[in-house]
């Protein structure tokens, strides 16, 4: 899975989901719209209770 602050990593997922191209995820956040240690908790929590399959052509918005 891919975590991103990048705008064109999140279009090019979206893409990839409305075509049906497989992709492991994405974990994105705009890079002002989320700080730094909460970015780091809710990637830990996302880590903690997933499994990397739950992912697989999902696109997971931070802050949670």
């Keep these: 899975m891919l975590v991103s602050q990048d705008e064109d990593l999140l279009a090019e997922a979206a ?3 409305r075509d049906g191209i497989p992709f492991r995820g994405l974990i994105y956040a705009h890079q002002l719209g989320i700080t730094i240690g909460r970015f780091i908790n809710d ?3 996302l880590a903690l209770v997933g499994e990397p399959d739950d992912f697989d052509g999902r696109v997971e918005f931070l802050p949670l």
């Design 43 to 45: 990637l830990e929590l």
């Design 15 to 17: 893409r990839r989901q």
